[in-house]
């Protein structure tokens, strides 16, 4: 699940993120919160594995015009140009973004990328006790597709061609603060993605591989004190969806899904040093009716720089559109076809955690072990003709994480992380191949007078 400003980006067309058409700007960024493991009770029903949660910058944080222009070899461009301004007052602040970009990737594959964007973000504070946010974003690019295997039969109805992806993005939140305990945040997001892909193969005639979705969002969080031992944070949202994918489902009508959920996370000062949080969510759609993800934590603090955590949760991932809906044919017969009754994907999942701050708060460092059971997870026979797509596939893993950060001071800061998963059971060796077993990062920023942001990363 990827989050940005409080709203998800998540694509109905195949139940995951488009990148290379995210609304957004890196310079735009103020802070990215990585959260690991299953998280539906705060995030939605598809924090199934993770989230990224993305916050832009306040306009008035980045008053003025910020330029850039970036060339390198293999023929990559990239330019950048932003004005932020703000009224007298200082209550109406705003930005504009654009950016172009074209770059021509690998030398032996057919992926050559450009892309233009304009984004723009509002500010507004009414009064003391109430603000407005407004985003926006279009974008219009052109990728250079092929099938990738040259042996591949296929090759000659995928043939290199360029593929034009659009996105509109639209966000509106307001912000009410009640009290010092209170606060009220409601918003209303619409995302549009269209590629278009409809190209001729001589003899064969007209293939239109075209995608097309539309997301509606309302969401309502109520944050309170109820005393001086707990706050509770609870909500309500509706998410519309529509699709147009005509090769993936054999159609050339829209379908649409409609989900509604009530939300919300309790937590509980059991005493100076023992936090427990319990919370959960509960959401009916068309698709899958209703489903349930409970939530519970319990935090243990020995003192201000350490803690201990242990949590225990069940998330689920709902089947798109595009996979209950699946039938694609070519001349006729079928491909690959669902059962037309996928179940939504579960976890159970039990993780023990640490979390401490060592020399004077220079070193930060975080320890975790975990344990998840994976079911009714939506996979595709490939022995059978056609290809059927079925809740066929569980798995269950467990493994650590450990991850470090030192600053020792404001220019300079040493990342490291390294992941061990390890596949107790499986039902596909698929799923065991696509599970890597270690995975190592570390990375080195300085901030230099004479130089500028300097960066290091390695990634296994």
């Not at 990728?143 to 995928?158: K, M």
């Not at 993005?169 to 307001?174: D, P, R, V």
């Not at 969401?219 to 090769?247: C, D, M």
Request: negative net charge; proline residues 3%; hydrophobic residues 35%.
């Amino acid at each position: 699940q990827v989050v940005i400003d409080g709203t998800s980006v998540y694509s109905p067309i195949f139940g995951g993120v488009i990148w290379s058409t995210l609304p957004i700007e890196l310079e735009d960024i103020e802070r990215i919160e990585v959260v690991r493991g299953p998280n539906n009770a705060s995030f939605g029903a598809n924090a199934f594995q993770g989230v990224i949660n993305i916050t832009t910058t306040h306009a008035s944080q980045a008053a003025g015009v910020k330029t850039s222009l970036r060339v390198d070899n293999n023929q990559a461009e990239r330019a950048f140009f932003r004005y932020a301004g703000a009224q007298a007052d200082g209550r109406l602040n705003y930005r504009l973004s654009l950016s172009s970009e074209k770059k021509e990737g690998y030398t032996d594959f057919s992926d050559d990328f450009s892309k233009d964007a304009l984004s723009g973000r509002i500010d507004y504070r009414v009064d003391t006790q109430n603000t407005f946010q407004f985003n926006f974003a279009t974008l219009d690019s052109k990728r250079q597709t092929q099938n990738p295997n040259p042996l591949s039969p296929f090759i000659l109805f995928d043939p290199k061609r360029d593929r034009n992806e659009s996105t509109q993005f639209a966000l509106i939140a307001w912000e009410h603060q009640i009290n010092n305990g209170e606060q009220v945040r409601t918003h209303l997001s619409y995302h549009h993605f269209d590629g278009k892909d409809k190209y001729n193969v001589p003899a064969f005639g007209t293939f239109n591989t075209t995608s097309e979705s539309t997301t509606w969002d309302l969401n309502a969080e109520h944050i309170l004190k109820l005393n001086t031992a707990q706050r509770l944070v609870w909500g309500i949202g509706a998410t519309h969806e529509s699709v147009y994918a005509p090769f993936r489902i054999n159609s050339n009508s829209t379908k649409t899904n409609t989900r509604v959920r009530l939300f919300g996370n309790l937590e509980s000062r059991l005493t100076d040093r023992l936090i427990l949080n319990t919370g959960g969510l509960i959401e009916h759609e068309q698709i899958s009716g209703m489903n349930v993800s409970p939530r519970m934590a319990l935090n243990y603090l020995t003192s201000p720089n350490h803690a201990y955590r242990i949590t225990a949760t069940k998330a689920f991932r709902t089947p798109v559109i595009t996979e209950e809906a699946r039938d694609i044919a070519l001349f006729g017969a079928t491909l690959q076809v669902s059962t037309d009754n996928l179940k939504p994907e579960t976890v159970v999942s039990y993780e023990a955690a640490y979390h401490g701050i060592y020399l004077f708060n220079t070193l930060n460092t975080d320890v975790k072990l975990f344990h998840n059971t994976y079911k009714q997870l939506i996979n595709n026979d490939i022995s059978n003709t056609p290809d059927v797509l079925d809740n066929m596939d569980s798995a269950k893993t467990y493994g650590a994480e450990f991850e470090i950060n030192y600053r020792p001071d404001r220019n300079n800061i040493l990342h490291a992380g390294y992941a061990f998963t390890h596949v107790k059971q499986a039902s596909d060796e698929r799923l065991t191949s696509s599970i890597p077993k270690h995975n190592f990062n570390c990375s080195f920023r300085t901030n230099t007078t004479m130089v500028g942001v300097v960066a290091l990363s390695i990634t296994t």
